[in-house]
RNA sequence: GGAGAAGUGGCUGAGUGGCUGAAAGCGGCUUCCUGCUAAGAAGUUGUAUGGGGAUAACCUGUACCGGGGGUUCGAAUCCCCCUUUCUCCGCCA
């Protein structure tokens, strides 16, 4: 959520940032509201501050003995005019936050400016897209053929777009996500979390995903609780509505849980395979840190995935998503994409965000600045550390020899307990 | 799931209709004092949202005592609903 008071006072600066997501996006109509909404709420003070003077003057008149009828039915017919001027409070007050809720956070200067995903710029290219001398196989064959996922079973069990890892596939996500967390939490110094995987509507809306994206999630029937989307929304709900020691930051955090989703509107893509599923396994990092922190955390987390990727000896690029391609709630990002042989490019695998005090702002954290004494908004940011099906995938098709066994990397091989699957 | 009790400021804890944004204590902050691993004294100390002011200091209105509604001229205080926590029972991995 941005700040209204930002908007009030730069609002030019705030459209011009605005368009560059999206031409049509706007704070005009929240100005306008806001405008009203302050004039109402002036008057509301004033009548309710009559009010209350008034009361307390019968009071005295009353333990004075003096005869208070009048007066007491003048304050009585201020009720309608007040309850009147409350409930237009109300309504403004809930049109203007109900449309600061659905406006994306304003992208960073240094966001490259574009108009879709093809003006994403790479910044980093590590490892070259792995050679074959043979003919190379899609993950979905290999993992079939050497009997690690079971696709079709999945659907059986509960629709399209699920499966069933079996064997050393079963084997080889567990120690994925095992070497995952054990890296970030005694390499990066993240602290690990096992959260719940539902979660209430106000903790969506914390970090973004409602009022919005109701749509691309899963959702109790008779119950406010979703299953989450990605850690981010448990894991950086942690601290909603707490006031930090500014000692304490940055709060470093990582999370394995297997996250859902609904994939509406991406019907037809990706149908084969790993890549785009309704329910996945993810090492999530998490950071809250102070705004001059923030950019260097930022980098730093990001780095923290690209190592995983490196210590796999998987090739891969580091990109930096455009204004028109940055989430939500994001103000810069950074996506990691894995090469893929079966694609024949590059594919996302982990995407590092910065979400300045958006997040923040929703979910109400904050600390207290030690200079100013004032108790002021967390910056946010997180990223895939890193999408555990994804790299199974991504290590099936790079690590394939020509007989259609996959062998592991070395790293992974005291996790896994084997070296190659055959 | 059933029964009972309770939710007040960073914490402990008063307050049962008006001068209570809220006593007192602790903690925090500031200053003073003391030559000693710390003690003492004084002052200060909630959040949100408006208005004024220079987007400062500061002044000022309103709201907030778990959440929402109601009664009343006036509610932390009375009534209703919800929620959370604790205790007991039931159930269960």
Redesign the pocket.
Known sequence: ML???II??EADKVNELLKRRNPELSIDEVLNI?EK???A??K???L?????????????A??EGKD?SE???H??S??DE??ALEEKE?ELNEAQQKLLLSIPNTPDETTPVGESEDDNVVVEKVGEPTKFNFEPKAHWDLATELDLVDFDRGVKLSKTRFYIYKNKGARLERALIRFFLDVHTQKHGYTEYLPPLLVNSRTMTGTGQLPKFAEDMFKCEGEDLYLIPTAEVPVTNIYANE?LKEEDLPICSTAYTPCFRREAGSAGKDTRGLIRVHQFNKVELVKLCTPEQSVEEHEKLTRDAQEILELLELPYRKVALCTADIGFSAKKCYDLEVWMPSYNNYREISSCSNMGDFQARRANI?Y?NTK????EFVHTMNGSGIAVGRTFAAILENFQDENGSVHIPKVLQEYTGFDIIE
């Open positions: 700040d209204i008071k009030r006072a806001d909404r302050r004039e709420q002036t509301a003070d004033e309710r501050s009559h009010r209350k003077n008034l009361s307390k003057e019968i009071g005295i009353i333990k208070t007066i007491q039915a304050v009585k201020m009720g007040i309850s109300r006031i904050r207290k100013t004494g004032k108790n």
